[in-house]
């Protein structure tokens, strides 16, 4: 691709939709700030409203009415995270004539939040679509995806540490082998030129030779500044999130790794293979406790916590 064709939004109208797909907290953030960085692409921090669209209005809504389509324009663009993007996508700045269905709604918001960086190329980093990878291939037939998996016991222990996520250990592993699994069978239907599965530590370790995997499947060339400069993206991101993903400041560390070698004591190791031990081996994570003579004790105690919790919760 040619710095000549970048620079004509036109001569990229048919390009596919790319989808950063993933359980949260497994580095979907830190891989759209790498492609955001790159000269030619444009993704934004989350959207969160697609699938909802979807299964309210069906592929093809009737929007022939100006008046019904500037409301169901009003409805995204308002939404929670849609209404944090910046530079932000106004009504006024979109063609209603290209917003008659969904598929086309959906890329007129994009092509213009893409045309406002100066970018010909768009795409959406939401790991709220990961379960609905079939509805987003029924609106963007020829999108790509990347899949970004990260050590689930890192993960359940960053869920652990949010407000919204998971109550205890074991519910937080098995959150992330569902996210994971279901990612996998969708993405396995597609052909294997329209997706990629890459490992968050494989990411960091090497990000230059993971980000080439990814401009290849793209079709497009790398550039050095996805490395060097994906930090700049930090100054977009809506302050909320600066205060989850404070690791964006920094360089790609292997220190973001395997953190539960140091944390998660022979017990949870063991309850962690129990519930995802399959998938560990699958993608080459180690395992180094697998039965613990305290694992039951331990899952005893997780099933009183959330008995308790959940008591609470209803009084």
Request: charged share 25%.
């Amino acid at each position: 691709m040619t710095n000549n064709t970048a620079n004509s939004l036109e001569n990229l109208k048919g390009y596919p939709f790319i989808f950063i797909v993933g359980a949260p907290r497994s580095g979907t953030t830190l891989l759209s700030s790498m492609l955001n960085s790159h000269s030619e692409i444009a993704i934004p921090y989350e959207s969160n409203f697609m699938v909802h669209c979807y299964n309210k209005y069906g592929l093809t809504p009737n929007l022939t009415n100006d008046s019904d389509l500037e409301n169901l324009i009003d409805e995204i663009l308002s939404g929670y995270f849609v209404s944090k993007w910046e530079p932000p996508v106004r009504k006024e700045d979109l063609d209603l004539d290209k917003c008659r269905d969904l598929p086309g709604l959906i890329n007129e918001i994009y092509r213009c939040y893409a045309k406002k960086k100066g970018k010909p190329i768009y795409g959406d980093k939401t790991p709220g679509y990961t379960p609905d990878i079939h509805v987003l291939n029924r609106i963007f037939p020829n999108a790509k995806y990347i899949h970004i998996i990260r050590d689930g016991r890192d993960v359940a222990l960053s869920l652990l540490d949010r407000s919204w996520g998971p109550s205890n250990f074991p519910i937080a592993m098995q959150f992330w082998k569902e996210m994971a699994t279901l990612c996998k069978v969708q993405l396995a239907m597609l052909p294997p030129d329209r997706y990629l599965e890459l490992r968050f530590e494989d990411l960091v370790r090497e990000p230059e030779e993971n980000l080439r995997k990814i401009c290849s499947l793209l079709k497009i060339d790398f550039q050095n500044e996805m490395v060097s400069s994906y930090s700049n993206e930090w100054d977009s991101l809506p302050d909320a999130v600066k205060r989850i993903h404070a690791n964006l400041q920094q360089g790609p560390s292997e220190n973001q790794c395997y953190k539960w070698k140091s944390v998660l004591d022979g017990p949870d190791q063991a309850i962690a293979y129990e519930i995802s031990g399959d998938l560990l081996n699958q993608h080459g994570y180690d395992v180094s406790v697998k039965h613990h003579k305290l694992k039951l004790l331990k899952k005893l105690y997780y099933r009183v916590q959330e008995s308790v919790a959940w008591r609470l919760k209803k009084k």
